[in-house]
Nanobody, 125 residues
């Protein structure tokens, strides 16, 4: 059974840095793409960052490119999101997601089958 548990979300100030972590359980973690999505109040969930199965290929939303870094540890079965230069518009619930069958990096929400419960990030000015 696949479980994803996010941690690290909290309230920070504009310009601060924060790292989110996602601990994954279940089979085939190292074979499948992982991603981070976020959902702000009143808005649809959106793609933030994705990483392929080996960790060698990543993809970012334009809004976070250059500020956020996704990485994974296939020994520890974890994926992280390093967030720098945070802005109030980064305020959202952040979700970790695991692809159901795709190894290559993907931003398509429909390609992700398993989701964590989310962790709240609040950036105040």
């Amino acid at each position: 059974q696949v479980q994803l548990v996010e941690s690290g979300g909290r309230s920070v100030q504009t310009g601060d840095s924060l790292t989110l972590s996602c601990a994954a359980s279940g089979p085939a973690f190292a074979n499948l793409a992982m991603g981070w999505f976020r959902q702000a109040p009143g808005k649809a969930r959106e793609f933030v960052a994705g990483i392929n199965s080996s960790g060698g290929d990543t993809k970012y939303a334009d809004s976070v490119k250059g500020r956020f870094t996704i990485s994974r540890d296939n020994i520890k079965n974890t994926v992280s999101l390093q967030m720098n230069s945070l802005k109030p518009e980064d305020t959202a619930v952040y979700y970790c997601a695991r692809s159901g069958y795709i190894a290559s990096v993907t931003s398509m929400e429909g390609n992700y089958r398993y989701w964590g419960q989310g962790t709240q990030v609040t950036v105040s000015s």
